[in-house]
């Protein structure tokens, strides 16, 4: 990285001078543990740790989106007090050890002061822990299977759970359908996000007082639901839920509605994409997503977000923009607190990251998602929840989702 390059410059050269001159009164060249910005305006590096290449891109494009308006937003607002701010971007791809790979090249070759990432809690489970050793925080941007926060002290999400979010979608299918008493789902047994997200909506089944008539299994690289589907049809239920990803879960509802079934479906977060409807076209229509965002929020920095999305995209934000957004958001606000306090110039790399690992979990922000805070152990505390419904057009090419009242 250029500014780092120049630092160390700077301080070899002031190290010969001090030889030189006899004179030691500056901190740089005599610590190990440089400060990260001695050098006035150079940006603070902060990490981008998402899926650009692989199935699991179909969530993590929109995260990239997302990122770049809010560094272009910020530093447009004058960034940490006047200091930018500078995203590093590392591709996770679609695996543990991608997402493995980045964080570590994150860390220790872009230096970053903190991370927003990985696109899934399953890679998550196995990234996350190498920031908590190197204490580098962690803003977890869609991270919402049970656990994630409690992986460590510096892991912290903007993603809210599975639990408060997933039984709205319940709710909205019963409203719509107040006859509905069978009830089948479907969840990808590899990946943890969909095994927690299933517990929460076979718990709220039971709760609403509904008959959980199939539990069906798949993987998030199946392709053939066939049997699946088949099964599931003849058992007759009135609303399917589907806890997978895009592409799988895409391709699961294609094969349920060409085999026949009628009744309402609910996609899980891992369908939350209009990513998906290329997979499903038509077939999409009327597919009941929960959302911990909503592009009518009425804040003042929601609708700043929505005007720069809406003018390059052509398109209403969706949450995991927002959602992204708001992690590089959190990072800001908390580095200008740190730095309130004491010049993030003057501080090694190290104690900034502790530091900002503070002042994340202390601050409240008010952002696209509506104002949000953090409980000690880094679960976020949001206030609302929405539900949408894919609405496919004529000729199903083009769809959108729209939010329910
Ligand atoms: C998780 C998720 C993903 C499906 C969002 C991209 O919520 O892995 O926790």
Redesign the pocket.
Known sequence: MKSIFKHLLTAFITCILVVACGQSNTPIATTTTAPVNTTGNAPIPIGIGVAQTSNVAL?GQEQVIGAKIAEQFFNQKGGVNGTPIKLFFQDTSGDEQGAINAFNALINQDKVVGIVGP????HAFSADPIAERAKVPVLAP????KGIPQIGEYISRV?APVAVVAPNAVKAALKINPNIKKVAVFYAQNDA?SKSETGTFQETVKAQGLDLVTVQKFQTTDTDFQTQATNTINLKPELVIISG?AADGGNLVKQLRELGYKGLIIGG??LNTSNLLPVCKALCDGILIAQAYSPEHPNEINKEFRRIYTEQNKKEPPQ?SAQAFTGVQVFVEALKAVDGKTKISTLSLPQLRTDLNKAILAGKYDTPLGEISFTPEGEIIQKEFYVAQISMEPGGSNGKFKFLK
């Open positions: 969530l696109t899934l809690s399953q869609s991270n919402t299977a993603s996000f990803l977060n891992g995991f």
